[in-house]
C-alpha cells in the first residue's frame, strides 16, 4: 500500500452484510467530501430547488384592484389559492388532487428510468442534509478533521466551533421557516410584521416548528429520516425494475478486491483495491459494494470516488457507476451503458401523466366564472299557503369569480302558473336582479309558488337559470319542487 | 420469594423468581425516560392541586390559587360576545321594526340571533323549520291569525296569547256543545257550512240551516263572511289553511268543545333584542306581510 496512489480509509459500514443487527445503536457517520461529475450536479439541483424555494413567494403578479399581487400565494383567510394565471375556489381543490396524482406517477416514472433519482438530488431531506454537512465541512473541516475533533476533549476552539455549526444551522432552518410562512401571507407585509413583532402568532408557531423540523432532520438524524421514517424507499424500491438505472457496483470487474501496490500486475484480480473511498463518502454510511440496499440514495457520490480512484490508478473509470440491475453482471468493463427508456412500465406511466395531464388542462381552460348553487330548503319541505298553492323555498348562491361586480339576471321555469319572488333586503321582489361584487359570492333567498292544481306528482322539477347582464354567460341548475302526495 | 434471587445466565439479570413452564421472569428494571416521567407527572399533579381547583370538599372545594373556574370563563366569555354585538344591539331596539330590513348589517344581526332564539325557544312547538302542527301555527305560510306585519308579530311574541301577562292578547273559541250553546245537529250542519266555503261535496240543505247557525253564533267573531277577525285572533274559514285540521269531524270537535291554547308571553324572559331578532326571523320565513 506504501506505493499507492490512493490513501485507504478505515471505515466501517453501517450496515455491512456480514453482520447485520436487528437493532443497533446509531453510529455517527462522516462523510468525506466527494469530487466529481455527480457531485457538481448536486451542487447545482441544490442551487435550482432551494433558490426556487426561498424566491417563490417574493413574485409578483398583477392581479388588479382589490387582489393580492403575489404569484404565488396560498391565501386560508379569503378562501382563494392563486398560482400564476390560475385562481382557484375552495371547491375547486379537485384541481390538488389532480397535481398530486401527476406528482406521484412522475415520481414512480422518474423511479422506473432513472432509480431513487429523487432521493439522491431533489429530496428536501437530501437537499438540506447536504446543505447542512456542507456547513459542516466548512467549520470542522473534511471527515478525517471531524472524527479527531469528535474524539479531542473540550476546549475553547472545540467550543467554538461547535456552538457557530449549530448556530449556523439553527440560522438555516429559520430562513427555511421564514419562506414556508411566506407562501400563506403577502410576502413583504409578512417580513416587516415578523420583524417588528406584530405577525400572527400562527406565523410565529410555524416559523419555530420548521426551524425545528429543518435542524432536527437535516443536522441530527439526517440519514435516519431516510432508512426509518420516510415510506419511499420502501414503495420505491417496488418501482425498480431490472432496466432501471441504479449506483451498482460490478462485481464481475472489482471482486477479487485487495489493496494493490504499484506497478502490480493486475492479473488473476479485480479493479477494486479495496481502499473504502466509497464507504467514506457515502452518506447513508453503507458500502455499496455489497449490492443495492435499501438504504442507498442513489447520490452517486461514491461513483464519483471511485471513478477519482481510478483515474490515479490509471484503469478505466465506471467500477462503480450507473447500471441497469441486469448490466451488473456483465463483467465486460468496455460494454458501453445501453439503457431502453421506452418500455411497457414508462410507456404506462407516460400515458397515465398525459392523461391527467389533458383532463386538468382541460378543465382548467374551460373553467367557468360563474357558479350557481341552488340549495332547497329542507325543512319544512313545502309550505301550503292559504289560496291553496304549494310554495318552496331556495337559497341561490352565486359565485362571481371575476375581479369586478357583475349583474345577473336570474330565472326560475318549468311549471305552470309557477311564480317565484325574490327576499332581498327590501320587501318581496319580483325583478330578480342580482348583484354580485367581484370575487365573492352571494346569496339570495328564492321563494316559489305554484298552484296545487298545476302540480303533476310530488316533485316537480324547476330550473334556475342565472345570466351574466353584460356578458351574457348562463349557467343553469336543475332542482326539484316537492309538493303533497298526488 | 427473597431466597429465590437468582440471575439469568444469558442477559445477566435478576429474576423475580417466578416461573411459568421453565420460563422465568427477568426483574428487568423500568427504563430511566419511565421513570422520570411519572416522578414529573407527581410533581405536575402536586403543583395543578395548589393552583388549580382541585380537591373536593364537605360543602365545597378548594379554589386554588386564582380562584379559575370553567363557569366563570364561560360567563365572561358570553358577556364578551354580547359585548362584541352592541352596536348591533343598540341600532336593533332604537329603530323601528319596520325600518330594519333597510339596514344590511342590522338585519343580518337580527336574522342570525333570531334563527338561534327560535331554535332554543319556539322550535318545540312550532317546530324546527317553524312548520308547525295541528294547534300550533305554522309560520311559514301567509295566513296570520294574530297579524303578519313585524309589528303584529313582535307583540305576539312579547305579550303572548292568553299568557300570564296582562296585556296578552286573548280570543275565545266557546264550547258550543258542552256549554249547551247549540245542539249536536246545529253543529254538524254548521260544520258542513263551514266546509263548503272552502271545498264542494256538503249536502245543500244542511250547509243552508249551517249558515244560518253560523250567522247567529258565528259570525259575530268570524266576520260575516267567515274571512276571520285578527283583533279576536279568530282565523279566515274559507281558505286552504287549518289550524286544528280540515276534516269534519276535526271541525265538528273544534265546534264542540273549543279550542285555546297558549302561546306564552316571552317579555320577562328573554330580553328585548332577542324578542325582536326573534321577530324578525319569523317575518322573513315567507309569510311575513
Ligand atoms: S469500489 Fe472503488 S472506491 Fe470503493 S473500495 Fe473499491 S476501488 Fe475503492
Ligand atoms: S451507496 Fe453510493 S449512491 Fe448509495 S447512498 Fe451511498 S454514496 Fe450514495
Known amino acids: ?486 | 420469594m427473597s431466597d429465590n434471587i437468582e440471575k439469568d445466565e444469558f442477559s445477566g439479570t435478576q429474576t423475580t423468581g417466578h416461573e411459568w413452564d421453565g420460563i422465568k421472569e427477568l426483574d428487568t428494571p423500568m427504563p430511566r425516560w419511565w421513570l422520570w416521567t411519572m416522578y414529573a407527572t407527581i410533581i405536575w399533579s402536586i403543583g395543578y392541586w395548589v393552583v388549580m381547583p382541585a380537591w373536593p370538599l364537605v360543602t365545597d372545594y378548594t379554589k386554588g390559587m386564582f380562584g379559575y373556574s370553567s363557569r366563570g370563563v364561560l360567563e365572561q366569555e358570553l358577556a364578551a360576545a354580547v359585548d362584541a354585538h352592541s352596536v348591533d344591539r343598540a341600532a336593533l331596539v332604537t329603530m323601528e321594526l319596520s325600518n330594519v330590513k333597510s339596514d344590511p348589517q342590522t338585519y343580518q344581526f337580527a336574522l342570525s340571533g333570531g334563527k338561534s332564539a327560535f331554535a332554543v325557544n319556539c322550535s318545540q312547538c312550532h317546530g324546527s323549520g317553524a312548520q308547525g302542527a295541528a294547534g300550533f301555527p305554522n309560520l311559514n305560510d301567509d295566513d296570520w291569525l294574530w297579524g303578519g306585519s313585524v309589528d303584529q308579530i313582535y307583540e305576539t311574541i312579547k305579550y303572548g296569547i292568553r299568557s300570564d301577562h296582562e296585556d296578552t292578547r286573548v280570543g275565545d273559541m266557546p264550547a258550543f256543545l258542552d256549554d249547551e250553546l247549540l245542539e249536536k245537529d246545529q253543529i254538524n250542519d254548521v260544520a258542513d257550512y263551514v266546509l263548503s266555503l272552502s271545498q264542494s261535496g256538503q249536502s245543500a240543505e244542511a250547509v243552508a240551516r249551517g249558515k244560518e247557525v253560523y250567522m247567529e253564533n258565528c259570525a259575530s267573531c268570524h266576520g260575516e263572511n267567515a274571512k276571520g277577525l285578527r283583533e279576536f285572533g279568530a282565523p279566515n274559514l274559507t281558505d286552504a289553511i287549518w289550524f286544528y285540521g280540515g276534516d269534519k269531524a276535526t271541525i265538528v270537535r273544534t265546534i264542540s268543545k273549543g279550542r285555546a291554547n297558549v302561546m306564552p308571553a316571552w317579555e320577562g324572559r328573554l330580553d328585548d333584542v332577542t324578542i325582536r331578532q326573534m321577530t324578525l326571523f319569523v317575518h322573513s320565513l315567507g309569510g311575513g306581510e
Open chain 1, 1 to 486: 500500500m506504501v506505493e499507492s496512489a490512493v490513501e485507504n480509509v478505515d471505515v466501517r459500514p453501517v450496515n455491512k452484510k456480514e453482520n447485520r443487527a436487528l437493532f443497533e445503536r446509531r453510529e455517527k457517520i462522516q462523510p468525506k467530501k466527494a469530487r466529481g461529475d455527480f457531485r457538481r450536479l448536486k451542487w447545482i439541483i441544490m442551487a435550482v430547488t432551494l433558490t426556487i424555494y426561498y424566491v417563490t413567494p417574493w413574485i409578483r403578479w398583477d392581479r388588479g384592484e382589490g387582489a393580492p399581487d403575489q404569484a404565488v400565494l396560498v391565501d386560508f383567510a379569503r378562501e382563494r389559492f392563486y398560482f400564476f394565471l390560475i385562481e382557484l375556489w375552495p371547491q375547486e381543490v379537485y384541481y390538488i388532487t389532480g397535481l398530486l396524482i401527476i406528482a406521484a406517477v412522475s415520481l414512480f416514472l422518474v423511479t422506473a428510468l432513472f432509480g431513487r433519482a429523487w432521493c439522491g438530488y431533489s429530496c428536501p431531506q437530501t437537499v438540506w442534509t447536504d446543505l447542512f454537512i456542507f456547513v459542516e465541512r466548512l467549520i470542522e473541516g473534511d471527515r478525517n478533521a471531524r472524527l479527531k475533533l469528535d474524539k479531542a476533549p473540550m476546549s475553547m476552539s472545540k467550543l467554538t466551533k461547535r456552538v457557530t455549526k449549530h448556530a449556523i444551522w439553527l440560522l438555516i432552518g429559520v430562513l427555511t421557516g421564514g419562506a414556508w410562512v411566506f407562501y400563506f401571507a403577502d410576502a413583504p407585509t409578512l417580513l416587516v410584521d415578523l420583524f417588528t413583532l406584530e405577525a400572527a402568532v400562527i406565523a410565529y408557531a410555524s416559523v419555530a416548528t420548521l426551524t425545528a423540523t429543518t435542524y432536527v432532520f437535516g443536522g441530527l438524524m439526517r440519514e435516519q429520516v431516510c432508512t426509518y421514517m420516510c415510506p419511499w424507499p420502501r414503495i420505491q424500491g417496488a418501482m425498480v425494475g431490472d432496466e432501471s438505472l441504479t449506483v451498482t457496483y460490478h462485481g464481475a470487474r472489482g471482486e477479487p478486491r485487495g489493496p494493490h501496490k504499484k506497478g502490480q500486475s493486475w492479473e488473476n484480480r479485480g479493479h477494486c483495491i479495496d481502499c473504502n473511498q466509497c464507504v467514506a463518502v457515502c452518506p447513508m454510511g453503507i458500502d455499496i459494494r455489497d449490492g443495492l440496499q435499501m438504504e442507498c440514495i442513489t447520490c452517486a457520490l461514491c461513483i464519483d470516488a471511485c471513478n477519482d480512484v481510478m483515474d490515479k490508478i490509471d484503469l478505466p473509470r465506471g467500477l462503480i457507476s450507473y447500471d441497469t440491475y441486469a448490466g451488473q453482471f456483465d463483467g465486460n468493463p468496455e460494454k458501453k451503458l445501453k439503457v431502453r427508456l421506452i418500455r411497457p412500465r414508462t410507456i404506462a406511466y407516460g400515458a397515465i401523466l398525459a392523461f391527467v395531464g389533458a383532463i386538468m388542462l382541460f378543465t382548467l381552460l374551460n373553467r367557468s366564472i360563474l357558479d350557481v348553487n341552488v340549495i332547497r330548503d329542507r325543512n319544512p319541505l313545502f309550505v301550503t299557503l292559504s289560496d291553496g298553492s304549494i310554495r318552496n323555498g331556495y337559497t341561490v348562491k352565486i359565485l362571481n369569480k371575476l375581479h369586478e361586480v357583475r349583474k345577473y339576471h336570474v330565472e326560475v321555469t318549468g311549471s305552470a302558473g309557477l311564480q317565484s319572488w325574490f327576499q332581498k333586503e327590501g320587501p318581496k321582489d319580483h325583478t330578480m336582479i342580482v348583484t354580485v361584487p367581484g370575487d365573492s359570492v352571494s346569496s339570495v333567498k328564492l321563494f316559489v309558488s305554484i298552484p296545487a292544481a298545476n302540480l303533476k306528482s310530488k316533485s316537480t322539477d324547476l330550473d334556475v337559470t342565472v345570466v351574466d347582464r353584460e356578458t351574457g354567460e348562463t349557467d343553469t341548475q336543475n332542482t326539484s319542487f316537492k309538493g303533497p302526495e298526488k
